[in-house]
């Protein structure tokens, strides 16, 4: 982590008392021409953050994602994914292109900017998505739904290996506010600090877990579940 990964937020909260003109590739526009403005998510949230510090062109993005390690919280790591996002916030007119360069040893690059309406959007997004819970629907919690297809014993199992890959990326997570404490200022640590939580609960919830399911706590019947669920099964069967 980086103490210059405290730039994009920093900015994007103080431009918000300026009032500046909003500016797009083809000039001035006004609120009734703009598009409909994308649903908020973390992608054009990093985007709209990492824009307000200054124009970039989408490699710079992507290289600053990855050194201010925000690819452990939001998957555009991926040069596909960024520009997907990059072009979803360009159509809303929350992003302009501000230039084209050309280095000699690299291809052209576009480099965008932050629009007047894009530095509003990334505000609320920021402050909505701080203060409002949202269900992400994680893969995890989906798997466990139907655990029960499962018979015990190899649900055992299978819990015992996601909680040592738990328990070594606790460890990791550890290290690394270990190793950045001392090197920049508590808030650029927080969402490290945040993963840590939910991984130490998630690791000793499997604990317990493993636990009841060797002791026979936590069991169940196959042939019992496929009966009690046949009743629905069918009428969702049913024309």
């Known amino acids: 982590m980086d103490v210059s990964s405290l730039t994009g937020a920093t900015y994007l909260v103080k431009a918000n008392s300026v009032n500046t003109t909003s500016r797009c590739c083809a000039g001035h526009r006004y609120a009734a021409d703009m598009p ?3 649903r908020p998510s973390p992608s054009g949230l990093t985007v709209l953050c990492l824009l307000s510090a200054g124009p970039l062109h989408p490699y710079g993005m992507q290289r600053l994602i990855k050194s201010w390690g ?4 939001v998957n555009i790591g991926q040069r596909a994914n960024l520009y997907k996002t990059i072009k979803r916030l360009h159509e809303a007119g929350l ?7 050309r280095a000699r040893q690299y291809p052209e690059r576009t480099v965008y900017e932050l629009t ?5 959007a990334g505000l609320s997004w920021l402050r909505n998505m701080l203060a409002t819970p949202r269900n992400e629907y994680p893969v995890f919690p989906v798997a466990l739904s139907f655990a029960m297809g499962l018979d015990p014993e190899e649900l055992k199992d ?6 040592a890959a738990v328990r070594a990326r606790l460890a990791e997570l550890d290290s690394q506010l270990r190793q950045d404490q001392e090197a920049v200022p508590r808030i650029a640590l927080i969402e490290t600090e945040y993963q840590r939580a939910i991984t130490e609960a998630e690791a000793r919830w499997l604990g317990s877990v493993i ?3 060797r002791s026979g706590t936590l069991s169940w019947n196959q042939d019992e579940l496929a009966a009690q669920a046949a009743e629905t099964f069918f009428q969702a069967a049913s024309p």
């Open 116 to 120: 007047e309406e894009g530095r509003r």
């Open 158 to 163: 299978l819990l015992s290996q996601r909680l």
């Open 36 to 38: 409909q403005a994308p």
């Open 70 to 73: 925000k690819d452990q919280v």
């Open 95 to 101: 992003i302009a292109v501000r230039q084209t360069e």
């Open 211 to 213: 636990d009841d399911l």
